[in-house]
Nanobody
Framework: VQLQAFGGGLVQAGGSLRLSCAASRSIFGVNSNTMAWYRQASGKQREFVASLTGGGSTNYADSVKGRFTISRDNAKSTVYLQMNSLKPDDAAVYYC?????????WGQGTLVTVSS
């Protein structure tokens, strides 16, 4: 499975960005499959941001609840991360993640920079 993440960039604090992750295989329809976003800020460990199961359940880190939304386009096997009200603390490399049954995959990162 290949994952292609894109959409990062430079945004001012309070602004918005939408990240996309296109998978070469669809997770949808199988609840045990999951796609997610993680992020890693400079000098910090990689942390969970949001996830979406094949059955449609979502989960968010407390730090992004109410500001970020994960969604999908079934036809494109793509998952999106809409990021609103961005803060300088949201600046990081964002990674796309997928789990199909017990096998996990990581995409390349996409850099999000938030200027204050």
């Amino acid at each position: 499975v290949q994952l292609q993440a894109f959409g990062g960039g430079l945004v001012q604090a309070g602004g918005s960005l939408r990240l996309s992750c296109a998978a070469s295989r669809s997770i949808f329809g199988v609840n045990s499959n999951t796609m997610a976003w993680y992020r890693q800020a400079s000098g910090k460990q990689r942390e969970f941001v949001a996830s979406l199961t094949g059955g449609g359940s979502t989960n968010y880190a407390d730090s992004v609840k109410g500001r970020f939304t994960i969604s999908r386009d079934n036809a494109k096997s793509t998952v999106y991360l809409q990021m609103n009200s961005l803060k300088p603390d949201d600046a990081a490399v964002y990674y796309c993640y997928a789990r199909f049954s017990t096998t996990t995959y990581w995409g390349q990162g996409t850099l999000v920079t938030v200027s204050s």
